[in-house]
Nanobody, 127 residues
Framework: QVQLVESGGGLVQAGGSLRLSCAASGRTFSSYAMGWFRQAPGKEREFVAAISWSGGSTDYADSVKGRFTISRDKAKSAVYLQMNSLKPEDTAVYYC????????????????????WGQGTQVTVSS
């Protein structure tokens, strides 16, 4: 099992940027696809972005394409989400997730079956 800890959330004005980090522990981390998800108050958790185990392939929700970038650093056992041009509707708790059985391009469909989750980090975008 992989332990995940998110950080980097905070309060930012619309149009600003934040970089979220997800630190992973566990010797098999490098072989997992990783994903970022978010949950706004009163809404269901939704897919944001995912990256393959190699880091060579990515997938994004339409709502964040062109604004958010997911990346990973295997040497640091970390996954990042660079968020630019933030909007008030991006306000949510952001979670990273991993699952040994799920490819990066399937994470959006298997949200409810992903095994490992972090505790989340709050992102608030003011208008």
């Amino acid at each position: 099992q992989v332990q995940l800890v998110e950080s980097g959330g905070g309060l930012v004005q619309a149009g600003g940027s934040l970089r979220l980090s997800c630190a992973a522990s566990g010797r098999t981390f490098s072989s997992y696809a990783m994903g970022w998800f978010r949950q706004a108050p009163g809404k269901e958790r939704e897919f944001v972005a995912a990256i393959s185990w190699s880091g060579g392939s990515t997938d994004y929700a339409d709502s964040v394409k062109g604004r958010f970038t997911i990346s990973r650093d295997k040497a640091k056992s970390a996954v990042y989400l660079q968020m630019n041009s933030l909007k008030p509707e991006d306000t949510a708790v952001y979670y990273c997730a991993a699952d040994p059985r799920t490819a990066f391009d399937a994470m959006k469909r298997r949200l409810g079956q992903l095994r490992d989750w972090g505790q989340g980090t709050q992102v608030t975008v003011s208008s």
